[in-house]
C-alpha cells in the first residue's frame, strides 16, 4: 500500500534538518506499489528519498520524493555456518547490525552505528572501520523503472568500490532498490585492524560480537555528532584518491600525514580528507549556522536554521582551502538536490 503526500516538509526526512518542502512524497512498501506509481502517475522527475542521511536539500523538490518503507527480514537459506538474509530496503541499517549480532551472525558488525537505511547501504557502498556494505552484500534486488520490473544484481555486477556502485551512475534514475541479499557466518571473523577498534575491544574483554559492536559504536559517538541533536550528514566529503607521486610529494613536506592503500590500485592512494581540512586550520570553524565539526573535520554541521545553501558556501570554503594548501582536490560525497 502507497502513501501519498502533497507539499511536505521535509525538515524531519533529512538528517542535516534543512527546511525544505516537496511537491509529493510517496512512501512504497513493495514492487507492485512501484509498478502502480509508474504505470499510473509515470512520474518524469523522482529521487529515492532513504533516511535522508545522505542528501542535502538545496531548494523545495519539485518533483516526486519515493521512500520506500518495507521492513520485512527474513532467512533464506541455513546451512548452520552461512546464513542468508533478506532484508527490506525500509529497514533501518543499525537494526540490522543490532539483529545480526544478537543472532550471533559475523559480517557487519564493523557497520555498527551507521545512519542509513538498508536501501541506501549499497548505493553509497557505505563502509567504516575496514568494512563496507559490499563485503556481505550477494544480491540487491531493484524495480526496473523503464521496464517495470524487478531485476536481481548479482554483487560482482553492481560495480561496487569505495563509496560508490552502479547505482550512482548506470543505474541513476532507473533503478529504485526494493530488498537485498547478505550472506553472514556463525563463524567468529574479527575485522580489528583499523585505528583504535582493536583497543577498545580489547578494553571490553575481548572480540566478541557483541563487544566489537560497543567499541564501534563508542568510538563513533565519541567523534561524530548525533544528527538529532546537531544536523549532520555523517562524512561529507570522501576521502580523495590522488596518485602515488602527489602522496609522495605531500609525505615529505608532511610525514605524519594518514594515507591508505587503494584496492588493486598499486598508483594510487587514498588521503584522509579530514586531516587535510584539520590541517587546513578548518576543524572546529563556524560561519553563522554553518560549521565544521569540532571532533571531526569531515563533517559539516547544522547549527541550527541553516539552508542548504549555507551548507554549500561553506563546502566550496573548505574545498578552495584544502586546494590551496595542499594541491588537492576533495569533493562531497553528499548527494546534493
Ligand atoms: N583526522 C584528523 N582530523 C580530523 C579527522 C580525521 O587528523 O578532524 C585524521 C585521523 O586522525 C585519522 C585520519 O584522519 O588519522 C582518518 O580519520 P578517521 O579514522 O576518523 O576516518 P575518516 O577517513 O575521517 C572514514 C569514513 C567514515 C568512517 C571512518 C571510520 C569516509 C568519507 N569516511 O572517515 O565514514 O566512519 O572512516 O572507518 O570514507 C561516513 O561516510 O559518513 C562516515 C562517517
Known amino acids: 500500500m502507497k502513501r501519498i503526500y502533497h507539499n511536505i516538509n521535509l525538515v524531519e526526512r533529512n538528517s542535516f534538518g534543512v527546511r525544505q518542502m516537496a511537491s509529493t512524497l510517496v512512501e512504497v512498501e ?52 552461512r546464513v542468508v538474509v533478506r ?18 551472525l559475523w559480517g557487519i558488525e564493523n557497520l555498527s552505528a551507521i545512519p542509513s537505511s538498508v536501501g541506501a547501504a549499497p548505493v553509497q557502498n557505505i563502509g567504516a572501520y575496514g568494512a563496507e556494505a559490499k563485503d556481505a552484500i550477494t544480491v540487491v534486488e531493484y524495480f526496473d523503472t523503464n521496464k517495470l520490473e524487478v531485476v536481481r544484481l548479482e554483487n560482482k555486477d553492481c560495480s561496487f568500490a569505495y563509496r560508490e556502485s552502479v547505482f550512482k551512475h548506470e543505474l541513476k534514475g532507473v533503478a529504485i532498490i526494493l530488498a537485498v541479499e547478505l550472506e553472514l557466518h556463525r563463524t567468529a571473523k574479527p575485522n580489528l585492524g583499523y585505528g583504535d577498534v582493536i583497543k577498545e575491544v580489547e578494553a571490553r574483554g575481548g572480540a566478541t560480537l557483541k563487544n566489537i559492536r560497543d567499541a564501534i559504536c563508542a568510538i563513533r559517538a565519541s567523534k561524530l555528532p548525533d544528527p538529532k541533536v546537531l544536523g549532520n550528514a555523517g562524512s561529507f566529503f570522501k576521502n580523495p584518491i590522488v596518485g602515488a607521486e602527489v602522496a609522495e610529494a605531500l609525505l615529505k613536506e608532511y610525514p605524519e600525514m ?72 576533495i569533493s562531497p560525497e553528499v548527494n546534493i538536490l
Not at 90 to 102: I, K
Not at 271 to 292: E, F, M, N, Q, T
Not at 303 to 322: E, N, Q
Open 30 to 81: 513493495s514492487a507492485d506499489d512501484l509498478r502502480q506509481l509508474f504505470t499510473e502517475e509515470r512520474p518524469t522527475k523522482w529521487y529515492v528519498l532513504g533516511a535522508g542521511n545522505n542528501t542535502l536539500f538545496t531548494k523545495d523538490y519539485d518533483g516526486m520524493l519515493i521512500t520506500p518503507v518495507g521492513r520485512g527480514i527474513e532467512i533464506l537459506d541455513d546451512d548452520g555456518e
Open 87 to 104: 532484508v527490506e530496503a525500509g529497514y533501518d541499517w543499525d537494526e540490522l547490525v543490532a539483529w545480526s549480532v544478537e543472532q550471533g
Open 258 to 329: 594518514p594515507k591508505y592503500p587503494v584496492p588493486n590500485s598499486s598508483d594510487k592512494v587514498k588521503l584522509a580528507a579530514g586531516w587535510l581540512i584539520d590541517k587546513a586550520g578548518l576543524k572546529g570553524y563556524r560561519s553563522g549556522s554553518v560549521g565544521v565539526h569540532e571532533r571531526q573535520a569531515l563533517v559539516l554541521v547544522n547549527h541550527g536554521g541553516a539552508t542548504g545553501d549555507d551548507v554549500i558556501r561553506l563546502s566550496k570554503m573548505v574545498c578552495d582551502a584544502v586546494k590551496e594548501k595542499f594541491g588537492v582536490e
